[in-house]
C-alpha cells in the first residue's frame, strides 16, 4: 500500500520524506490556505520534496476551468496529479485530462456508484473520504469494500486512494479493505510507527545492556 501524507506543511513533509516512506502527498483548498503562502511555489516545493505523485486541486467548478487550471497545474512538475472534484463536470474533465495523459485525482468521492463513475472516465485515482463519512453516520471503510469489489470485477486501473484518515485504526482498515494508498495527516503518519510495548521493550533492552559494560563497536 502507498503512503500519502495530507499536508502543505513544507517542513513536515521533509522531515517524514527522510525517512523513505512517503510515497506522496495530497493537498486541497483548505490546506493551501492553511499555508497562507502561493499555491503554484508551494506545489513546486512538495514536487521538489517527493519523488512520487502531488495532488494539486483545480478551484473552477466548471470543465472548461477545470481543464485550463489543470494544465497550468501539471506544469509545475511531472509528479503532479490533477484533483478534481467528483461532480459531472469534473468527470468531463478526467476524460479530457486522461487523453492527455494528464494523471488525475477524483476527490469527494462519498459512493460506489461515483467511483464506478470516476473509473470510467479513466481517473487515475479516486479519493473516498472515510473520516467524513463516519462522521456522518456511515461506514467509510465499507465503502472502500465496495469500490475494490466493482474495480476488481472490471479491471478498473484507477488507483483507490483512501482519504479523510484520522487514526492509525484506518489506516489498517484501508489496507485490508484493499485501498492501493491512504493519504494521512503527518501526526497520524508518525503515530503509524509507534506503540507503547516497543518504547517499554527499548527502554528494558537498553537498561539490561548497559548493565554488561559491553560496546559493539
Ligand atoms: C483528501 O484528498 C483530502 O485532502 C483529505 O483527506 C480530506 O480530509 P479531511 O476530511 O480530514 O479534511
Not at 470516476?118 to 456511515?138: C, I, M
Not at 474495480?151 to 479493505?177: E, G, M
Request: charged share 20%.
Amino acid at each position: 500500500m502507498q503512503l500519502f501524507l495530507d499536508s502543505t506543511d513544507t517542513a513536515v513533509i521533509a522531515d517524514l520524506a527522510a525517512t523513505g516512506l512517503v510515497d506522496g502527498v495530497t493537498t486541497n483548498p483548505s490546506l493551501i490556505a492553511k499555508s497562507g503562502r502561493p499555491m503554484l511555489e508551494v506545489i513546486a516545493e512538495i514536487c521538489g520534496l517527493v519523488e512520487g505523485p502531488v495532488s494539486a486541486e483545480v478551484a473552477a467548478v466548471d470543465a472548461e476551468g477545470m481543464l485550463a487550471e489543470g494544465r497550468k497545474l501539471a506544469s509545475v512538475a511531472e509528479n503532479v496529479v490533477v484533483k478534481v472534484p467528483l461532480t459531472r463536470d469534473g468527470l468531463i474533465a478526467v476524460r479530457d485530462f486522461a487523453a492527455e495523459g494528464i494523471m488525475t485525482n477524483v476527490t469527494l468521492c462519498f459512493s460506489a456508484t461515483q467511483a464506478l463513475m470516476a473509473a470510467k472516465a479513466g481517473a487515475t485515482f479516486v479519493s473516498p473520504f472515510v473520516g467524513r463519512l463516519d462522521d456522518h453516520g456511515a461506514d467509510g471503510m465499507e465503502l472502500i469494500h465496495e469500490i475494490r469489489t466493482i474495480y476488481d470485477n472490471y479491471d478498473f486501473d484507477t488507483d483507490i486512494l483512501a482519504a479523510s484518515i484520522r487514526n492509525p485504526a484506518h489506516v489498517k482498515a484501508a489496507a485490508i479493505a484493499g485501498a492501493d494508498c491512504s493519504t494521512i495527516p503527518p501526526g497520524v503518519f508518525a503515530d503509524l510507527i509507534k506503540h507503547p510495548l516497543t518504547d517499554k521493550g527499548l527502554e528494558q533492552f537498553m537498561s539490561d545492556w548497559a548493565k554488561t559494560g559491553q560496546s559493539i563497536l
